[in-house]
């Protein structure tokens, strides 16, 4: 498949922009549930789904969003939904609605892994429901932070500008790293609207953040210096400066945790592509190569898609020793229906 039909499905997905509602019409509020058959919850079952939600994310950035979701989703109907529907007392059951969105907002962005934007929209959007009823704030501004990074990656800057701006307007008070967490979004999706200026103080503001949470030594979910590296690769590649971008992501490459394989392999092949795109054929192959070093473990929409450009931009210089290495090795190892005829 040719790499731009990506742009066509991203129009499709976004041609009505998703409503989102503010932290006012949210909060407190969710439909009335009918009873389970449990007859009362604790926090023990609050633990519980907190525990398992965080399980679920390791495997995730382990094996990709095709592992995990359907286990998430799983975990979600036949466990979750059913501490939802039983009495318990008031503080107990806001955490569990509080646990409840998260899960939901990790599930989305599984989706989005598998490519199923749809999806993960309707899961985000029930994790804002959520949230705003148990008066989660951090769960609520990363889930319009979650929005803001699908859309950015499917081409629609807007929307990704909008959802950025809602998730750092709906928490005032965030501490540095959380700060960083939402400006570098904010720096992505201005620089993919033309909005150089605005791009490069968010960016600015990120940093400065950063700096101030790693000196307090505390880890906010997974954004760390290799992530804020990443948003700085986005940033610069969209403003055209790509030799900043590929340096950016290498840092990225050199700091990130082992741990976030699929995130890893994901990374590697853009820089790949970014190297390619200003004639380092040699060194986007090794690229590519490290990223096929991870594949066979990950089952990732995303990935997958990087992999069938990968044969496509890398086609034209098979009478490259390199090339034509890597293309035999993708050949053997990248699933069947992905490689071009």
């Given at each position: 498949?040719?790499?731009?039909?990506?742009?066509?499905?991203?129009?499709?997905?976004?041609?009505?922009?998703?409503?989102?509602?503010?932290?006012?019409?949210?909060?407190?509020?969710?439909?009335?549930?009918?009873?389970?058959?449990?007859?009362?919850?604790?926090?023990?079952?609050?633990?519980?789904?907190?525990?398992?939600?965080?399980?679920?994310?390791?495997?995730?950035?382990?094996?990709?969003?095709?592992?995990?979701?359907?286990?998430?989703?799983?975990?979600?109907?036949?466990?979750?939904?059913?501490?939802?529907?039983?009495?318990?007392?008031?503080?107990?059951?806001?955490?569990?609605?509080?646990?409840?969105?998260?899960?939901?907002?990790?599930?989305?962005?599984?989706?989005?892994?598998?490519?199923?934007?749809?999806?993960?929209?309707?899961?985000?959007?029930?994790?804002?429901?959520?949230?705003?009823?148990?008066?989660?704030?951090?769960?609520?501004?990363?889930t319009l932070r979650g929005m803001s990074v699908q859309a950015v990656?499917?081409?629609?800057?807007?929307?990704?500008?909008?959802?950025?701006?809602?998730?750092?307007?709906?928490?005032?008070?965030?501490?540095?790293?959380?700060?960083?967490?939402?400006?570098?979004?904010?720096?992505?999706?201005?620089?993919?609207?033309?909005?150089?200026?605005?791009?490069?103080?968010?960016?600015?503001?990120?940093?400065?953040?950063?700096?101030?949470?790693?000196?307090?030594?505390?880890?906010?979910?997974?954004?760390?210096?290799?992530?804020?590296?990443?948003?700085?690769?986005?940033?610069?590649?969209?403003?055209?400066?790509?030799?900043?971008?590929?340096?950016?992501?290498?840092?990225?490459?050199?700091?990130?945790?082992?741990?976030?394989?699929?995130?890893?392999?994901?990374?590697?092949?853009?820089?790949?592509?970014?190297?390619?795109?200003?004639?380092?054929?040699?060194?986007?192959?090794?690229?590519?190569?490290?990223?096929?070093?991870?594949?066979?473990?990950?089952?990732?929409?995303?990935?997958?898609?990087?992999?069938?450009?990968?044969?496509?931009?890398?086609?034209?210089?098979?009478?490259?020793?390199?090339?034509?290495?890597?293309?035999?090795?993708?050949?053997?190892?990248?699933?069947?229906?992905?490689?071009?005829?």
């Amino acid at each position: 498949m040719d790499p731009s039909r990506r742009g066509v499905l991203s129009v499709a997905l976004f041609s009505v922009a998703v409503t989102v509602p503010d932290w006012p019409d949210v909060v407190g509020r969710i439909e009335a549930a009918q009873k389970g058959a449990r007859t009362r919850i604790g926090m023990s079952d609050v633990h519980t789904v907190t525990a398992m939600t965080e399980q679920l994310s390791t495997m995730d950035d382990q094996f990709g969003g095709r592992t995990a979701r359907p286990l998430a989703a799983a975990f979600l109907v036949n466990t979750v939904a059913p501490f939802l529907r039983t009495d318990g007392p008031e503080d107990v059951r806001k955490a569990m609605m509080s646990a409840a969105s998260d899960l939901c907002y990790l599930t989305g962005y599984m989706a989005v892994d598998e490519g199923l934007h749809g999806l993960a929209q309707r899961y985000y959007l029930k994790a804002l429901e959520f949230a705003g009823a148990s008066e989660d704030h951090l769960t609520y501004c990363t889930t319009l932070r979650g929005m803001s990074v699908q859309a950015v990656n499917l081409g629609q800057g807007p929307t990704a500008k909008r959802l950025a701006d809602a998730a750092a307007a709906a928490s005032p008070q965030a501490g540095p790293r959380m700060r960083a967490f939402l400006v570098g979004q904010q720096a992505h999706a201005a620089a993919q609207i033309g909005d150089r200026r605005s791009a490069l103080l968010y960016l600015h503001a990120a940093e400065v953040a950063m700096d101030k949470a790693e000196s307090r030594g505390k880890v906010f979910g997974s954004y760390d210096p290799a992530a804020l590296n990443y948003h700085t690769s986005r940033v610069r590649f969209e403003m055209g400066d790509v030799h900043g971008a590929i340096a950016a992501m290498e840092e990225s490459d050199r700091l990130r945790d082992d741990i976030y394989r699929r995130t890893r392999a994901h990374h590697r092949a853009i820089l790949a592509e970014q190297q390619l795109s200003v004639g380092y054929l040699e060194a986007a192959c090794h690229t590519w190569g490290l990223a096929l070093d991870d594949y066979p473990l990950v089952n990732s929409g995303r990935i997958d898609q990087r992999m069938t450009d990968m044969f496509h931009l890398i086609r034209p210089h098979l009478r490259n020793h390199e090339a034509q290495a890597l293309y035999e090795r993708a050949r053997a190892v990248v699933r069947p229906e992905l490689i071009p005829v």
